[in-house]
T-cell receptor, first 112, second 119 residues
Framework: GQQLNQSPQSMFIQEGEDVSMNCTSSSIFNTWLWYKQDPGEGPVLLIALYKAGELTSNGRLTAQFGITRKDSFLNISASIPSDVGIYFCAGQLAGTASKLTFGTGTRLQVTL | GAVVSQHPSWVICKSGTSVKIECRSLDFQATTMFWYRQFPKQSLMLMATSNEGSKATYEQGVEKDKFLINHASLTLSTLTVTSAHPEDSSFYIC???????????????FGSGTQLSVL
């Protein structure tokens, strides 16, 4: 199946640092979503984006829907240990009614 | 918020046996549920879309006779892995769309997953 290209694949940062990750696709999506997954758990929605150019924040998280509708980025400011996990972007094509295509994931490790 | 319950959370079975995984929406009705498979250190791959009262829609490359899906009510979908083999070992995750709020991704909830290990 199709996957979105997500980078970086993994990140090791110190507590307090900012983090940036992005997701690109060859297809146009009408919705972009960002999820966090902890080991042995299902993904949890962080931010949802519905319009090209949209910039949305959720606490220390900020995400943007790219103007071309083929990319999105997620920023985490002032990282803390509980930010550790795998972050996935997901895109929804028009007319696919909640059917999501997931990115390859970014594994985040935060050191004290 | 809405909760999707998935059971069991983990299962170990012998090769050749069948395993059933349940996905329940606890406080909302879901006409549509989705089943994903996730191999270690990989992304979620959609296997099939489960539709209440009708046949499931399978993604390309997913064997419908191998992965039986039943969505008999608005709150329950089941995935049965038939004649399981070691290569079926994976993390299976379901998601359900909250019917009451319309087609928006903010109301798509995921279960906590089922780790299947086939010996």
């Amino acid at each position: 199946g199709q996957q979105l290209n997500q980078s970086p694949q993994s990140m090791f940062i110190q507590e307090g640092e900012d983090v940036s990750m992005n997701c690109t696709s060859s297809s146009i999506f009408n919705t972009w979503l960002w999820y966090k997954q902890d080991p042995g758990e299902g993904p949890v929605l962080l931010i949802a984006l519905y319009k090209a150019g949209e910039l949305t924040s959720n606490g220390r998280l900020t995400a943007q829907f790219g103007i071309t509708r083929k990319d999105s980025f997620l920023n985490i400011s002032a990282s803390i240990p509980s930010d550790v996990g795998i972050y996935f972007c997901a895109g929804q094509l028009a007319g696919t009614a909640s059917k999501l295509t997931f990115g390859t994931g970014t594994r985040l490790q935060v050191t004290l | 918020g809405a909760v999707v319950s998935q059971h069991p959370s983990w299962v170990i079975c012998k090769s050749g046996t069948s395993v059933k995984i349940e996905c329940r929406s606890l406080d909302f009705q879901a006409t549509t549920m989705f089943w994903y498979r996730q191999f270690p250190k990989q992304s979620l791959m959609l296997m099939a879309t489960s539709n209440e009262g009708s046949k499931a829609t399978y993604e390309q490359g997913v064997e419908k006779d191998k992965f039986l899906i039943n969505h008999a009510s608005l709150t329950l979908s089941t995935l049965t892995v038939t004649s399981a083999h070691p290569e079926d070992s994976s993390f299976y995750i379901c998601s359900a769309r909250d019917l009451g709020t319309g087609i928006t991704n903010e109301k798509l909830f995921f279960g906590s997953g089922t780790q299947l290990s086939v010996l």
